[in-house]
């Protein structure tokens, strides 16, 4: 039986991605064969800690880019779904890689988080693999950035995933980023109004609890590790918390208050325990509205 559990965001060198969304750093980018081929030894690092480490492990992948088109992440991803000590397994895809290959996996602990870029492919091939997940019995949730230009693509997606869980008793869990770069007015208090009932977790994306001080598992049972194994509370504190290879982060572990004014990924306040919700690491499922009203 696995010990104690921790959440880990793993992000190692990848930082390229096949799409080309205007807002992306990683559009396009393409990784030397240096770095991929480093990239690919310190994840088999990683899934080798993992198999054998005694803690419990909730863990999702943040690359920056996509990397399930990477041969290596696919065979990691595999392998973890498969290890008995790893309770959820998660990783951010853009889906441009035909789901296939998921076959093999151990879909217990998988939950795809899957984002839909409609400037890059048609909606109808979006959904085509997701009907490819719902047959392999693969979980997963779909997202994406609440661009203005995107309203009526979020509206069709919206309607489209409806039918698609028709009949499942499994709700897809349509999950919208506000767009990070807007401007002040970006959204009318009516955008708001239509992306909240899409998503009933937008307002707090939108605009985040100020986390100055805030509990969370941050540093306490929950780590960001990079490709080198070192480790941080989150992917947004820089404070070191040793390595996990030679095992010097685990006499780290503790409780620490947020040191950031603001929080507002939803992979560093979904650590948050002082929130009135309860977020899955993997984006799974949809915070309770109830809940959300509370606040
Ligand atoms: S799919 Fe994601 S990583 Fe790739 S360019 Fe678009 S936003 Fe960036
Ligand atoms: S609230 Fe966010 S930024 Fe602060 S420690 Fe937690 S995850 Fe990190």
Redesign the pocket.
Known sequence: MPGAELRVLYRGDLAS?N???HY?P??KRNDSTDVTARDRDSLLRFVDWCETTHFGLRILFTPW??ALVRKHYRDAFLRLSHASNVIELGIQT?LSRDPAWLASANNDAVNLWC?Y?PS?ESRSRFLRRLEQLRQLRIRFSVGMVALREDLDEIRAMHLALGQLDHGSGQPIYLWLNAYDQRTPGYYSAQDVAMLSAVDPHFPVNLDPAPSLGARCRAGLSAISVDARGDARPCHFVQRPLGNLYDGSFEAQLSRSACPNARCDCYIGYALREDLPFEASLTRAFAPESQAIRAR
């Open positions: 991605c799409y080309s969304c992306c990683f559009a880019g996509e853009n984002t870029h890059q």
